[in-house]
């Protein structure tokens, strides 16, 4: 059995492991020549981070998903109450992480390492709360939810269209954000130099 939700939630997924890898790239590489570019590669991929996972991705996961799983699988329950812990937060790290980056750009490199170290912390986290939902929810919910229940999950998900991937169509809103990421981010988000 097959069912969109599952596969738009691991596409989903797949985006922003590429997204947070991408901006582990940059944070190796550092600003280089083009500082004002890196910074505005970087303000774009915390501003995706922000507008596309926080507010639709998560909250489907949370409102629908969670609760399905958490009633025909309650051994999973602390499992999902981390998740659902790291979902109330992420949105407060990344807008912290936006704030830490504008430091860094307007006050010098004195706030440099704070926005890294902060950066490859939330980088972590997010990874392995995505391990956690692949390894562990999504097999619960293929053995246990019912076809009404996928009926709704596939509904749900399918009204999202993550500006990052290329099987669905893009909100046209999302068109300028997408553009720049694609044009100045390093594979595999983006065609800008490794």
Not at 51 to 71: G, W
Not at 135 to 154: F, G, M, N, R, Y
């Amino acid at each position: 059995m097959k069912h969109s939700s599952l596969q738009i939630i691991r596409e989903e997924h797949s985006s922003l492991a590429a997204m947070l890898q991408s901006l582990r790239m940059m944070l190796e590489r550092g600003p280089g020549q083009d500082a004002q570019q890196y910074f505005d590669v970087l303000r774009a991929m915390l501003f995706y981070i922000d507008e596309f996972p926080e507010k639709l991705h998560h909250t489907k996961e949370s409102a629908l998903l969670f609760p399905k799983v958490l009633k025909v699988a309650p051994e999973v329950k602390d499992t999902l109450n981390r998740l659902e812990q790291d979902h109330e937060h992420s949105e407060a790290g990344v807008r912290a992480l936006q704030h830490l980056l504008s430091a860094w750009e307007l006050l010098g490199d004195t706030r440099r390492k704070v926005f890294e170290e902060r950066c490859t912390q939330y980088i972590d986290s997010y990874m392995d709360h995505m391990r956690l939902e692949e390894s562990i929810i999504l097999p619960q919910a293929i053995q246990h939810l019912t076809e009404a229940d996928w009926k709704e999950l596939d509904t749900a998900f399918e009204q999202n269209t993550d500006p990052l991937n290329g099987k669905y169509a893009r909100d046209p809103v999302y068109d300028r954000l997408y553009s720049r990421i694609v044009s100045t981010a390093p594979a595999p988000i983006g065609l800008g130099p490794n």
